[in-house]
């Protein structure tokens, strides 16, 4: 089983360029997240979806897109990107709001 | 406020003994769960445990155990019997119901570190 498929693992971007974060699992979660994780931080959620075509707003999503046009793929896209969304990014889905969140792999994203 | 605290940002303990990675929480709500992950220095996050605030038996799972105390808002994991497969970082984490959402928060972490 893949469970969850996150890409790319590594990404450098300009300071202003945009870019798409991929995110797809194979599991029929109907709860997808995203996460970001920095330095001395825990796990902090920016986006998530309960559903297809069903998203909100976690902790930290300025300048951050999403959008769940299906139950397997949760896509986070980078607007323009800045020095401060440096981080190491997470996606994960869970069955329910009580069962575990299956990770994916991360994706380490350097803006310079 | 901090929702989830972890105080101990590292910890030591020697192989085969148990330990006590501390967690304690702050919520208003009466229906929460509260999940413990590990992550190794491969970065990926592993799952290890759940425990819902209606449980009234402390959840177990192999050589972890959840030491829940509701009246203190605490939820402390136990590893008995560590093994050097146990270094990594472990994060506690709270699913709570926020503005009719329901979000999940995540502490800080604490980096346990077996010795040989």
């Known amino acids: 089983n893949a469970g969850v498929t996150q890409t790319p693992k590594f990404q450098v971007l300009k300071t202003g360029q945009s870019m798409t974060l991929q995110c797809a699992q194979d599991m029929n979660h109907e709860y997808m997240s995203w996460y970001r994780q920095d330095p001395g931080m825990g796990l902090r959620l920016i986006h998530y979806?309960?559903?297809?075509?069903?998203?909100d707003q976690g902790e930290v999503p300025n300048g951050y897109n999403v959008s769940r046009s299906t139950t397997e793929d949760f896509p986070l896209r980078l607007l323009s990107a800045a020095p401060s969304q440096t981080s190491v990014y997470f996606c994960?889905?869970?069955?329910?709001?009580?069962?575990?969140?299956?990770f994916g792999q991360g994706t380490r994203l350097t803006v310079v | 406020a901090q929702k989830i605290t972890q105080t101990q940002p590292g910890m030591f303990v020697q192989e085969k003994e148990a330990v006590t990675l501390d967690c304690t929480y702050d919520t208003s709500d009466q229906s929460y769960g509260l999940f413990w992950y590990k992550q190794p220095s491969s970065g990926e996050m592993i799952f290890l445990i759940y425990q819902g605030s209606y449980d009234e038996q402390n959840a177990t799972e192999g050589r972890y155990s959840l030491n829940f105390q509701k009246a203190r808002k605490s939820a402390n994991l136990v590893i008995s019997a560590s093994q050097l497969g146990d270094s990594a970082m472990y994060f506690c984490?709270?699913?709570?119901?926020?503005?009719?959402?329901?979000?999940?928060?995540f502490g800080t972490g604490t980096r346990l570190k077996v010795l040989a």
């Open positions: 984490a709270m699913r709570e119901l926020i503005s009719g959402t329901y979000k999940y928060i």
């Open positions: 994960a889905s869970q069955k329910g709001l009580n069962t575990e969140a299956f």
């Open positions: 979806s309960v559903g297809a075509g069903i998203t």
